[in-house]
C-alpha cells in the first residue's frame, strides 16, 4: 500500500507548502479517493524489485520525484495494457553506465528503449521565491474573516522572506475598518475595480488585495481569506523546455542498437501543436525582404529545434517524442498525448504506438493521426475523478 489506512475527515483544499503526496494522502474528499486508488493500481503492476526504489520517490515529499514516479508509473501501466513487457533501467550494450527507464517489449517482440522526463516553464531561479510566496499564502488561507475573502493579485518575486503573520495583523485590520454592505453597494454600482485596494511590497514582490463581501447569510462561515488568486507573468515559452530535454536525453546513452522513444511530461496547463512542432523542427518566423516592403513577408522555420538544427537533421537516434500536457494523477482522464515518429530517426519505432493519437511527415507535410486515449485505456469515466 502506497497511501495510510485511517478515516479521513479532512476535506480542506491543498495547502501551498503541502506536497503532493502529503494531500492525496490526507484529503477526504470522494474525488481523491478515486485518485489513491488508481495510484494504487498502477503500482500494483511494477516489478517488485523495484518497488522500493519508486515508492520512496513518491512519499518523499519532493513533487517533483512524486511526479516523475507517477510519470513513470502511467507509461508503465498504459504498455502493459497494450500487451507489451517492460524492463525497467536496462543495461545498455554499448557499454554506457547510463540507463533508461525501461526496455519494451512489444507482442510482436520489437523493442525500444523508453526515457521518461519532466520539462518545467518555472526556472529553477524562482523556485525559492515560489517557496516563500506559498508559505504567505497558507497563512492566510488558514485564517479566515467574518466578513470579507481576499482577491489576490501580485507582480515580481521576494528576494527575502516575507513575514506573513505581520502581513495577515495588517490585512485584517484593514478589513475590520470596511463595511461590507457599503463594499457590496459599490460593486452593484461600479463594479469591482470600485472596492478598496490594500498594497503591499516586499523585496521586489508587490502584492495587491481587494475584498470580497460575504453575503450576509455566509459571514462568519468562511474557512479560508483567500478568495481568488491572480498571479503575474513568467512563463516565456512551452516548446524550448521540450526541445531541451530531448537534446538532453538524447545524448545521454551514446550509440544505440535499438530505437529510443523519449516521453515527455510538460507542466503547462496549455500546450498546443505550434509548441510541438517548434521544439522538434525549428521556431516559427516571418522573413521581410529589407527595401521591399511591397513583398510579402515568408514563413520559415529557424533551424533551432531538436530534430533539425543548423546543419540540418540531428538527434537521430531519438525515434520519437511522446508528449504529454501537465499529466497527473488528477488529469490523467482529460490530458492529451501525442507521439511523434521522426522522420530521419536511425531506428523506426514499432507501429504499436500508433494506437496513441500520433503524428508522421506524410510527403513534406506532418500529419496527425487520432488514437485511444489514456482515459480510454485506463477505463476511466467521463469526469473522472468527479
Not at 326 to 351: C, H, I, K
Request: hydrophobic share 35%.
Amino acid at each position: 500500500m502506497i497511501f495510510d489506512l485511517y478515516e479521513r475527515d479532512d476535506d480542506s483544499p491543498k495547502r501551498n507548502q503541502e506536497s503532493d503526496f502529503e494531500f492525496l494522502n490526507r484529503s477526504a474528499r470522494p474525488e481523491i479517493l478515486q485518485v489513491r486508488e488508481f495510484v494504487e493500481s498502477i503500482v500494483s503492476s511494477y516489478p517488485q524489485d523495484e518497488l522500493n526504489e519508486i515508492t520512496a520517490r513518491i512519499k518523499s515529499g519532493d513533487d517533483t520525484h512524486f511526479k516523475s514516479a507517477i510519470f513513470e508509473l502511467i507509461l508503465h501501466k498504459v504498455l502493459i495494457r497494450l500487451g507489451c513487457t517492460l524492463i525497467p533501467h536496462p543495461e545498455l550494450e554499448n557499454g554506457s553506465k547510463s540507463r533508461p527507464d525501461f526496455l519494451v517489449t512489444t507482442p510482436s517482440d520489437e523493442q525500444f528503449y523508453l526515457e521518461a522526463v519532466l520539462a518545467s516553464q518555472v526556472n529553477e531561479k524562482n523556485t525559492a521565491s515560489e517557496a516563500m510566496k506559498g508559505i504567505v499564502m497558507d497563512t492566510l488561507a488558514k485564517n479566515p474573516h467574518n466578513n470579507f475573502m481576499l482577491d489576490i493579485s501580485d507582480e515580481g518575486n521576494p528576494t527575502t522572506p516575507p513575514s506573513g503573520k505581520k502581513l495577515l495583523h495588517d490585512l485584517l485590520g484593514w478589513l475590520d475598518s470596511l463595511d461590507p454592505d457599503e463594499v457590496i453597494v459599490a460593486i452593484e454600482k461600479a463594479g469591482f475595480d470600485a472596492t478598496p485596494v490594500y498594497n503591499w511590497k516586499h523585496d521586489g514582490w508587490l502584492v495587491t488585495f481587494r475584498p470580497i463581501p460575504l453575503k450576509p447569510e455566509r459571514r462568519g462561515k468562511a474557512k479560508t481569506l483567500v478568495g481568488m488568486v491572480d498571479g503575474g507573468g513568467g512563463i516565456i515559452d512551452s516548446w524550448t523546455p521540450i526541445r531541451n530535454a530531448i537534446k538532453y536525453k538524447g545524448s545521454k546513452y551514446g550509440d544505440l542498437n535499438k530505437p529510443l522513444l523519449i516521453a515527455v511530461n510538460l507542466d503547462s496547463f496549455h500546450l498546443d501543436r505550434i509548441d510541438e512542432m517548434q521544439a522538434l523542427f525549428g521556431q516559427e518566423q516571418f522573413i521581410f525582404s529589407v527595401g521591399q516592403p511591397e513583398k510579402e513577408p515568408r514563413f520559415e522555420r529557424a533551424p533551432n529545434g531538436a530534430w533539425y538544427g543548423k546543419s540540418g537533421p540531428q538527434y537521430k537516434r531519438v525515434s520519437g517524442l511522446w508528449i504529454f500536457n501537465d499529466l497527473t494523477p488528477y488529469t490523467v482522464g482529460t490530458r492529451r498525448q501525442t507521439v511523434y515518429f521522426n522522420p530521419w530517426t536511425s531506428f523506426a519505432l514499432p507501429e504499436i504506438l500508433k494506437t496513441f493519437p500520433h503524428a508522421a511527415l506524410d510527403g513534406e507535410k506532418m500529419k496527425w493521426t487520432e488514437g485511444s486515449s489514456l482515459s480510454s485505456l485506463f477505463g476511466l469515466k467521463e469526469g473522472w475523478p468527479e
